[in-house]
Structure formats: C-alpha cells, structure tokens
C-alpha cells in the first residue's frame, strides 16, 4: 500500500523528512481491530511534537508512519468486533502507540471510532475527531460541566440568554486553535456558560466569535488581568489552557476560589503553587490516555465521536476546517506539518485526495 514515513536521516525542518513509499498492508484486522481505507487526514500539533522527537530516536527497520485523524470506510472487522461492519464511513483520531493515519490502510480499534457525519465531506470530516474528542472530555469528562445531553432537543440557530451576568464563566486560552474552536462550540450550544476567549490576531477574534464566544480579550493588548476581570468581575469559574507557560499567576488572579483549570499543552515546568491560595483544580486532558493504557472505558471515545456527528448532521456545530491540501503525499504533508508549527493557524488544516487550491 502507499504511505508516507518519516525520514529519518533527515532534519525536522528539512522538506525530504517525509517521503513517498510503499509498505506491506496491514494484516487482516484481529480482535475488535477495523481494517480501514483512508480518504483524508489532518494535521495537529501532537503530529509536528512527535516528528520533531524522531530525529534523537534510534532508525527502526520498520517506517514509522504518524497521523491520527482520519476519515475512511471500514474493509474488514475482527472477529470481536461488533460496533461496525464493512462499507462504514468512519471518523477516528487514532493510538498513539500504533502505525498512524498517513496511509492507504490503518487498523484501529473499534472502541476509539465513530460513525462519520454524513453531512461533511471527507476533508471537512477529517478536521474533527481529535480536537472534538479532546475538548469533548476536557469539559465534560475531567470538569464535569454540566451539559445538554439530547442534542435533537437543541435548535441550529437558538443562542444563549442575553442577559450573561448570571451565568458561570468559561476562559479559552488559544481559542482560535483546532482544540479551542471545539471547546468553544460545544461550550456554546450545549451549555449555558458565558465564554471569554483569548486571542490576538484580527482574524484569530473573529474566528472565537464565529465559534461562539461570547466576547474576545486581546492578549497582545497589555494587562490580561485587567480586561478579564472587568468582563467577569465575580472571578472565572472554568479555565481551558492550551498555553499554559506564564500564564499560571494570571489564572490564579483571574478565577474564583475553587476553580478549575483543564490543561491540554506539554510545559513540563510550571510552578502551581500560587494556586493553593484560592484552592484551584489543575486537570491534565490527553486525548490518547485512554487508547494508551487500554482504559476499561475506552469505549467512551466511540460514544463522544457518535454524538459529535450527530451535532454536526443536526447543524448544531460545524467543521473547523480552514485550509485543505491535496494529494495525501510526503509534499502535502510537509506543507501542512509547516502551517501548523507556524503557530499562525486558525482552526485546521486536512489533507485529501483532492485540492481546492
């Protein structure tokens, strides 16, 4: 089958480090394994973190092939297997620990897939898994907010109460990003929470708006502190961070005692002692734990995904696609791990058989 693997004799920010080949299929799928055929993929930061530590690893004689979220039709099940059956359109983002989505054909495991949306296209489906699972548990699951749990209940074009000053508050750190697109739009239409965005750019506050958010602080403008607490006086309530380095004594400032912070980036270093003082909550989102450590919940993952299509089939929130590259190849691939370290991206970017470029 095609594929495209790392390179590992060359650099990171090399344009050979990906490069065109072809490997043997996966072996028929075994357990609760689906073989699937891939149609598109897209690209998030875990991809560029993960090519970025290849170089110091030891060559494999087996091509290590990256990528997560995909969208395809299931070919064959294992014998185990009873979610799905072959000729299902699917939508998954994948394990961390196994080959990834830059191929013709993946095995996955049914419990982390779900049934594709049928009302977006391949590119537009392959923008979503991972950025709707992570924001899906990092509010849901690890904050425990409160939410609506019938979507066909929830009208497409209903909005939020006019008057927010009574209702509990949602800061988003990095709310123009793939993970803060979807917190925004899930905190939007299935919750009654007032959301305060972060961003800098022009176009990075209107895409927040666009989302959902409810108002926009620039962070380039001075005195973070300040603007948030004159929109939310009372304190914050809830705080997703996908920036979190510097940023630990402005939450500690911003929030309610008993506060809650939800954490999705890599700092290693951050001193969280400043948060005794009001008693705040530091939560740890990994998309992957639950594939990794084979959790006895790793079903959840199916359930979310099922939901999340069927919010979009409903046109209650709405693909985060922003940019669309194409063919699936190691020149596509590269050019997409570039857009997204550029740290310049608004929502996503995927990669399909075809471009509209």
């Excluded at 939901?307 to 922003?322: N, Y």
């Amino acid at each position: 089958m095609n594929a495209i693997v790392i390179n590992q004799m060359q650099s990171n920010d090399d344009s050979r480090s990906f490069r065109d080949t072809v490997v043997d299929r996966p072996a028929q799928p075994q357990h609760r394994d689906l073989l699937v055929r891939v149609h598109a993929i897209s690209i998030n930061p875990v991809d560029t973190k993960i090519r970025a530590s290849m170089g110091s690893q030891p060559a494999s004689e087996t091509p290590r092939i990256l990528g997560w979220d995909a969208v395809g039709d299931v070919v064959e099940v294992g014998s185990e297997a009873r979610l799905f059956h072959a000729g299902e359109r699917v939508w998954y983002a994948g394990d961390i620990t196994r080959q990834g989505s830059y191929a013709e054909y993946q095995l996955v495991d049914e419990r982390i897939v779900g049934h594709a949306p049928t009302s977006l296209d391949d590119a537009h489906a392959a923008a979503m898994p991972l950025t709707s699972l992570t924001a899906w548990e990092a509010l849901f699951d690890k904050l425990g907010i409160e939410h609506d749990s019938h979507p066909a209940t929830i009208s497409p074009t209903s909005t939020q109460a006019i008057d927010t000053s009574q209702r509990q508050t949602l800061l988003v750190v990095g709310a123009a990003g793939g993970v803060g697109s979807m917190v925004i739009q899930l905190a939007h239409r299935l919750t009654t929470l007032r959301i305060i965005a972060l961003a800098s750019r022009d176009e990075s506050q209107q895409w927040a708006l666009d989302m959902g958010a409810d108002e926009v602080v620039d962070y380039h403008e001075g005195n973070l502190a300040r603007q948030i607490q004159a929109l939310a006086p009372a304190g914050i309530d809830w705080i997703f961070s996908a920036y979190s380095k510097g940023n630990i004594e402005l939450y500690n400032t911003v929030m309610k005692p008993f506060g809650e912070i939800v954490a999705i980036d890599d700092e290693n270093d951050l001193d969280w002692y400043c948060l005794k003082d009001k008693a705040l909550s530091w939560h740890w989102e990994f998309m992957f734990a639950r594939a990794k450590h084979h959790a006895p919940d790793m079903v959840r993952q199916h359930e979310i995904l099922d939901a999340v299509a069927e919010l979009v089939d409903l046109g209650i929130i709405r693909s985060t696609l922003a940019r669309q590259l194409g063919p699936v190849n190691a020149e596509s691939i590269d050019k997409a791990h570039r857009m997204v370290k550029s740290g310049h991206m608004v929502g996503k970017v995927a990669i399909s058989g075809t471009s509209p470029e």
